[in-house]
């Protein structure tokens, strides 16, 4: 995780949490220009992240959730103002990027299986999000209607002509998906954090909730191949998650619906 050190917070926090990290080191680890992240090194560390209004609110509630049920850092505040502010404890371990463990993809590929046919076996009906996958078609259906979309996005793994190719395929298949499983819904490995090869958190939550499981198992093979550069391991992901649950026909179904994701 890339760490920038600045000479202080450019926004502003409440007067406890000023007092708090007052003198702590303060450094930029943003990684999209959609949100600012910031790592606050005191005590056992903090994560602070800044965004536009309301676009945390999601991300706080999963959070919470993932940390009850002992798979996330606590969230310490959230407050939704002129921009949104949440604040976390750091997480446990480094991401899934870290050249450590990607200098061992196997390893890497198995323990991120696991990890996700763990998180899929848990009890989630008391989880806030009960619908994900209504969300999901709803912005897909949206982002159609509205000319927003990126065939290129998915060039290699899932290919589709034109958007009308991808929409006609999740329009026949959108019955397929079931809100069935507790998802991550960005499995990817900055998302990922472990120790000696075995996962012990989650962080960026805000696409999480129940859902269909190929929704994690699309992201968790793209990723594969985006940070390893091949795709060599897409089968091996696949395998130890457990093949009999892996549907080729939903895959193509969420691929063509993450084109106006």
Not at 169 to 180: A, I, P, Q
């Amino acid at each position: 995780m890339k760490r920038t050190k600045i000479s202080s917070l450019p926004i502003a926090l409440p007067n406890a949490f000023s007092r708090l990290f007052s003198g702590a080191r303060i450094y930029d680890s943003s990684s999209s220009p959609e949100a600012r992240v910031y790592y606050i090194e005191k005590d056992e560390g903090y994560f602070l992240k800044s965004a536009p209004k309301g676009t945390l609110r999601r991300e706080s509630e999963m959070g919470a959730y993932f940390h009850k049920k002992g798979l996330a850092p606590e969230v310490l505040f959230y407050e939704s103002g002129e921009s949104d502010l949440l604040l976390t404890a750091r997480a446990l371990g480094e991401d899934g990027t870290h050249p450590a463990h990607l200098a061992e993809p196997k390893r890497l590929c198995d323990a991120m299986a696991e990890a996700l046919r763990a998180l899929h076996s848990i009890d989630a009906r008391d989880c806030p999000v009960q619908d994900k996958m209504g969300e999901y078609l709803s912005l897909a259906d949206r982002n159609f209607s509205q000319r927003k979309y990126d065939i290129s996005l998915f060039d290699g793994l899932h290919s589709y002509a034109c958007p009308e190719d991808a929409y006609r395929v999740l329009c026949e298949g959108r019955s397929l998906l079931k809100n069935e499983v507790l998802l991550h819904g960005d499995y990817c490995l900055p998302n990922i954090m472990l120790k000696g090869f075995k996962v012990c958190s989650f962080i960026d939550l805000g696409n999480g909730g129940l859902g269909d499981r190929h929704v994690d198992l699309f992201w968790g093979a793209w990723t594969l191949r985006f940070n390893l550069g091949t795709d060599a391991y897409r089968d091996r992901f696949f395998d130890a998650y457990g093949r009999e649950l892996v549907q080729k026909d939903v895959l193509a179904v969420i691929a063509a619906a993450e084109v106006f994701g």
